[in-house]
């Protein structure tokens, strides 16, 4: 039923990284059928420079996921710019960084989002394949959960997620969505992520937060938002929560069909349970979705004109 998607022609944007604080240019570049996305460190001269967007080149997962390659290449930051993608149905795309990190832009997907839809979403030759879950697939790591579960009411992925903080700022907030282009648009594209005043020397003690501020991150102290203009929504935390899963999950090489339900979830717990659906080959299978109609020769462009 759905074929795969690159983008119609290239694109390009720049900003810090939030952790290096490193000044960065990403060039989004159409790729042909069946490559996925595909990072390529165009600053790294010595060696193979490309890195896969899936869960075998997963590396740390502290405070963000970064990937890295046979060769000890790295690219870190990289969820909000996978979540836009696989919010939007992009398949298959070559991301050139002059850099060790995706750069945070306003510290949600939406910069993202509107980059790629300038360029236009363009459908290929080539049916989608995506994952069926069968079989509930669970991880834990102390009070935090996740789970994979069948879904046959629904052909696509359906997240469900709790949060739970001390600071009364942001509580225990849940939201469930059924992701689709328009609810990725409307719900989670433009959810920022977050963080609290007393963590910031304790990161940039650790080599971490250096391009970290209010411009791209919401910054809570002592139950308040410190953010002079607020929240974007009233549960923005949870909604970002959701942007990091679907950026996380969309590191299984495929779209998934299923249930996502998490309890405090995070990037480390995100890569463990695509991990486990990975190495729990009886649990899902492939499915490609067919095509039913001949492909346009100028390809087709999602509609921006709501966003």
Known sequence: ?????????????????????????????????????????????????????????VGATRNATTLRNDFGVEIATVEHLMSACAGLGIDNLTVEVDGPEVPI???????????????????????????????????RMGPKS?????????????????????????????????????????EIADARTFGFLADVERLQAAG???????DNAVVVDSGRVVNPEGLRFDDEFVRHKLLDAVGDLSLAGAPICGRFVADQPGHALNARLVRALLDTPEAWRWENEGIREPVRAEGQALAAANY
Do not use: W, Y
């Open 1 to 57: 039923m759905r074929r795969q998607h690159t983008i119609a022609g290239p694109a390009m944007c720049a900003g810090v990284g939030v952790h290096s604080g490193s000044h960065v240019r990403l060039a989004l570049l159409p790729a042909s059928v069946d490559s996925g996305i595909v990072f390529v460190r165009a600053d790294v001269r010595d060696g193979d420079n490309a890195i896969r967007a899936h869960a075998d080149c």
């Open 105 to 139: 832009l306003d510290g949600s997907s939406a910069p993202f989002v509107q980059v790629l839809l300038n360029a236009g979403v363009k459908a290929q030759a080539a049916p989608q394949r995506v994952i069926r879950i069968l079989e509930a697939i669970e991880v």
């Open 146 to 186: 996740a789970a994979l579960l069948p879904a046959d009411d629904f052909g696509g992925l359906d997240l469900d997620v709790t949060i739970r903080f001390a600071d009364e700022a942001i509580g225990i907030q849940r939201r469930r969505v059924r992701l689709t282009p328009e609810s990725f648009l409307s």
């Open 208 to 214: 971490l937060g250096r391009g970290a501020s209010m």
